[in-house]
């Protein structure tokens, strides 16, 4: 089969013929029919809705591919984000493919939660009509691995929606799974024949795809500029700002934006392993760029890192009765991940061969950093906050493999891999006289830096409140002279400070929100924005229970009608995070 659409974009045909063209060669090349005569009338196109649930984008970057590739078969795809299911009535779609995420413990994106209430809620509908299949997305490190994905396919069908390709889960390395799931599940779709395609002048109405010129598949190779560390000498912690030039790659990006970045993996532990398998690392092995040394393969193909489920396994075959595999039974998954924490593959590699290794690795991920400038205020440029992961354990010292390779391996000559990002839901509002509240202890301040740095340029007049946190004011108070500069100049009309370690009793970021949780309110009250960024694990969910709390005590709201006003600043997205 021909490569599709037949007729380019910028072929000289309008929209309409180009569609008619593309729709009558798609129908020739796949059930090899006559061409119709140009007044034939033209069979509609099927619609077909595609619902999406993304906090970082992939999911919705994955949405619009399966729109493009529908489109080509002859469907009239709607791309919707899970936060707009309300435009759709879902009791009328015939067809349906659902593109979410997992977050948290299992639970849905941010942007898919208004979602999620509604359809586990009682006004749900029945489904009878709608034919549909879920493509799962997530991360198998997660013991909730893709489980919102999961649920909304048994909702789906418990609601009597009819599921005609079955549920794909896919882990961080999605592509080849996600590839096969939207053919199979677009011919499910189509029906017996697998093909839809009929020739119509009827638009669709996918949104056309952001044409950026670096994604995570075609990285921009860009160079380091600055590399300074934000953290004192005798800090717990190194936080670094780094400063990377974009210039030449056509690359920009919005503030509350994340950069992705592919790291290598680090000599040492590379050398460490060859030796752990005794191999000189000039072995060919078969990698996804075709063979290479091992040496190589392992320094820039492969996660030597986070032990994966099948090195897991295979290591536990080779001593059934040890530790190890005693822990991999399922019911003992909260002691593993305790083993696990702090052991790396090294440490279960010993009598392994590089064959049988790399047959278990994954492929290297790329890390994800929230964007940390505005771009007006530095064209060409993107600056990122990042905690370097440094620690030892189990008598090894260890370096977590991004954050690491930034500070430590990166001159100003390396080729830095990396692209934009975008996020949908982490945005500044529209309207510059809006306030904004933003919580940020650690690093994640990054994106408040640049929400700042923004709206100082634009001249925005609606008032900025800042909540950062750290262990030591002496130490870790990151960026002190930008945002005590903005403190005085009163650019930040409301700087909050929550240093943890600075006396006896910890203090965080929201013990400060609810010392101010009138004026807080008030701002609410008045139309501001809350954000938050930085750990997911315990402070955003200790924010979210902070602000439910200023609901309740100052706005004297109930529990459930603070859940509610929550809920309407999510829905109004007046309550946005960025957490990871
Ligand atoms: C949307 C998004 C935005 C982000 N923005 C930022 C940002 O602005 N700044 C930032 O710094 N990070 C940010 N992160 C996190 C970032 O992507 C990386 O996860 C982080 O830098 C760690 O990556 P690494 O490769 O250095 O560490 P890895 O090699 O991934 O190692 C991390 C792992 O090391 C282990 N580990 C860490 N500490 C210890 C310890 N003390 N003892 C035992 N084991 C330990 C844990 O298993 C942990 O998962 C963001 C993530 C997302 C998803
Ligand atoms: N899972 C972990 O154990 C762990 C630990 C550190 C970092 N991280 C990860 O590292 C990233 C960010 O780290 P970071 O060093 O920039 O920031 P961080 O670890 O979030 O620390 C920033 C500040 O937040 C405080 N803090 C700790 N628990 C909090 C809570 N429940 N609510 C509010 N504030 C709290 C810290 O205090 P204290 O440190 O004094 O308690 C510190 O003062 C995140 O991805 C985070 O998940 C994870
Ligand atoms: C803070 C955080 C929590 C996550 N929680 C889960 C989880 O519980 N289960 C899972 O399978 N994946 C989890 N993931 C992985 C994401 O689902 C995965 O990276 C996915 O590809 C992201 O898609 P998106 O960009 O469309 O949001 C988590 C990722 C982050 C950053």
Redesign the pocket.
Known sequence: MPPIPFIPDNAPFTAEQRQWLNGWLAGLFSNAGTAPTPNAPAAPRKPLTILYG???????ALAKKNAKAAEAKGFAPKLVCMEKFDTVDLTKEERMLVIT??????DP?DNAQPFWSWLVSDAAPRLEKTKFSVLA???TN?P????FGKKCDARLEALGAKRVHPRVDCD?DYETAANAWSEAALAALAGANGTVTAASAEAATIEAPPITTHDRKHPFAARLAANLKLTRDGSEKEVRHFEIALAGSGTTYEVGDALGVMPTNCPQLVADVLAALGCDGEEAVKTEAGELPLRLALAQHFDIAKPSTDLLKAAAARNPDGELAALLDPARREELKKFLWGREVIDFIAGFSATDLIAVLKKLQPRLYSIASSLAAHPDEVHLTVGSVRYTAHGRARKGVCSTFLADRCAADTALPVWVQPSHGFKLPADASRDIIMVGPGTGIAPFRAFLEEREIAGANGRNWLFFGDQRRALDYLYEDTLEAWRTGGHLARLDLAFSRDQAEKIYVQQRMLESAAELWAWLEGGAHFYVCGD?SRMAKDVDAALHKVCETIGGLSADAAAEYVKKLKSEKRYQRD??
């Open positions: 993304s906090q970082t984008g992939t999911s919705e995420s997992t977050y948290g413990d299992g994106p997305l997530g991360d997660y909730m691995f893709c489980e961080v997911a957490v990871y």
